[in-house]
């Protein structure tokens, strides 16, 4: 069964940055597509980068040119390197494996999806 570890969450300034990193356990990290996910306080859950096993990556377009997703195989984890934080990403990101990777994000979902128990990003001057 697919379980995946965030970790690296915080409190970071405005301008400032983030590395998030999700961690595979039990299973070839890299054979799946990944994404991390995030979710605001009283707001939907939303789709923030995804990364395939080709290593194609899609991201939202509030995220795009300030974050990066990446894989370092050797470690069987997925990065996701946020850059110009901003108050609004301030949310529980979570990491998923075994998503649909494509460029619409509402359709990353899908029943076999395994969910981390998700990291607390602050955003806060």
């Known amino acids: 069964q697919l379980h995946v570890v965030e970790s690296g969450g915080g409190l970071v300034q405005p301008g400032g940055s983030m590395r998030l990193s999700c961690v595979g356990s039990g299973f070839t990290l890299d054979y799946y597509a990944i994404a991390w996910f995030r979710q605001a306080p009283g707001k939907e859950r939303e789709g923030v980068s995804c990364?395939?096993?080709?290593?194609?990556?899609h991201y939202v377009d509030s995220v795009k040119g300030r974050f990066t997703i990446s894989r370092d195989n050797a470690k069987n984890t997925v990065y996701l390197q946020m850059n110009s934080l901003k108050v609004e990403d301030t949310a529980v990101y979570y990491c998923?494996?075994?998503?649909?990777?494509?460029?619409?994000?509402?359709?990353?979902?899908?029943?076999?999806?395994?969910w981390g128990q998700g990291t607390q990003v602050t955003v806060s001057s």
């Open positions: 990364i395939n096993s080709r290593e194609g990556t």
């Open positions: 998923a494996a075994n998503v649909e990777c494509m460029a619409n994000p509402d359709y990353w979902i899908n029943p076999d999806i395994a």
